[in-house]
């Protein structure tokens, strides 16, 4: 199951990263719709710089190390997520990087994921789900959400740099063309589910692939 999952996203390789390209100008279109004012979003935005805050007093080995965790937990939940059996999680005692290995061939995505996936806010959100089944999102929770954000914003910013192993793997052309907008797709998406949880966070998919569309008709229109 895992070879023929790996050879199908293998497939949408080329795809995706224009998808991600061609994403961009919608992403800075769709800010628009949201209503930035708003207590949810204020909190949000303070939770944000509120990591910053923090990160200035942070041990710099304990943010490293976290760093490093969270790297080889996102290769894992995607190696995971498409049917990979793990073999082992190894963290460097100097804090000078980690590795994991899983059966099979594996594919981009698995090698991809730490640069753009927000795992922590991904288990937060899933979290943040099961608690709106009892009460309304809260400007608390925004801040802690806003928090989440930013440690990973932080460690993606720190995490692309020309030494890093993992990007020739999927080519630099590739990263250049996926990682901006699928970063900017992560954002978008977060703040989305700020306003209504997982049902803001599915419109806004929507809206992205309207404006999308829009803008591909109106490349059409110009040139034809």
């Known amino acids: 199951m895992s070879t023929i999952l790996d050879k199908f996203i293998n497939l949408l390789k080329w795809p ?20 930035f004012k708003n207590l949810k979003f204020i909190a949000l935005l303070g939770g944000f710089f509120m990591f910053f805050v923090a990160r200035t007093s942070m041990d710099s080995s ?46 981009w995505l698995i090698i991809i994921a730490p640069y753009f ?7 937060f959100m899933i979290g943040v789900g099961i608690y709106m089944k009892f009460a309304p999102l809260n400007w608390i929770v925004s801040a802690v959400f806003g928090y989440f954000i930013g440690y990973h914003v932080d460690t993606v910013a720190s995490q692309i740099h020309e030494k890093q192993t993992d990007l020739p793997k999927v080519s630099y052309l590739f990263c250049a063309m996926f990682l901006p907008g699928a970063n900017f797709w992560a ?25 999308n569309l829009n803008n591909f008709n109106l490349l059409i229109n110009m040139i034809f």
């Open 16 to 35: 995706v990263a224009l998808w991600a390209l061609w994403s961009i100008p919608a992403f800075f279109q769709s800010l628009e719709y949201f209503n």
């Open 62 to 107: 304990v943010k490293t190390s976290m760093q490093i965790i969270a790297h080889e937990l996102a290769h894992s939940f995607f190696a995971v997520l498409t049917f990979h059996k793990i073999k082992n999680i190894r963290i460097a005692e100097d804090d000078s990087g980690g590795s994991m290995s899983f059966e099979g061939e594996g594919n």
């Open 117 to 123: 996936f927000p795992l922590f806010c991904f288990f």
């Open 187 to 211: 954002i978008g998406s977060m703040l989305a589910f700020n306003s209504q949880g997982w049902q803001s966070f599915f419109v806004y998919q929507e809206l992205i692939n309207r404006l």
